[in-house]
């Protein structure tokens, strides 16, 4: 007589649905994965920083804005890319400042370095944007009638040679 036929292997149990915390964070993931391949922009670094220049008039107003990338701990403050500002080419000044990146010390010097690079006072100078970041803008006052934005840079470009 024949053997009797082996009893059918019981299926497998269906898995158990993910929880919806996993669904939900995987997904996320995927959508951050699918971002970064069709190449939306990530943080930028400051070689790819936005091509404009480093000293711009502010419309209407009496005021430019000056584009600095800012190194803070550094030996001594000094102005890294002057060949780059004399060229023209540069979108920013980057520079050193010896302050140390805690309780605003750097950004005070900053503000304190960009106001003496111009040959104004403390008071003329604010920093309107990055106060936790490298790249920093600042807002500078021209105050008089015959500072504009092409007498500023030039007074940048001569006074930059005591931070080289």
Known sequence: APAPAPAPAPAPAPAPAPAP????????????????AVGMPQKRSHEDRDPSRFLSAIA??????????????????????SEELKEGGARSIDVQIAAPPRDGEANEAVVEFVAELCGL?????????GHKSRDKVCRVEFGDDTLNEETLKRKILINMLEFC
């Open 60 to 81: 209407g107003e009496k005021a430019a804005r000056v584009s600095l990338f800012v190194k803070p701990g550094a030996k001594k403050t000094q102005v890294m890319n």
């Open 121 to 129: 006072k403390r008071k003329d100078v604010q920093i309107i944007a």
């Open 21 to 36: 915390l996993i669904t939900r964070l995987l997904s996320l993931l995927l959508a951050q994965l699918l971002l970064f």
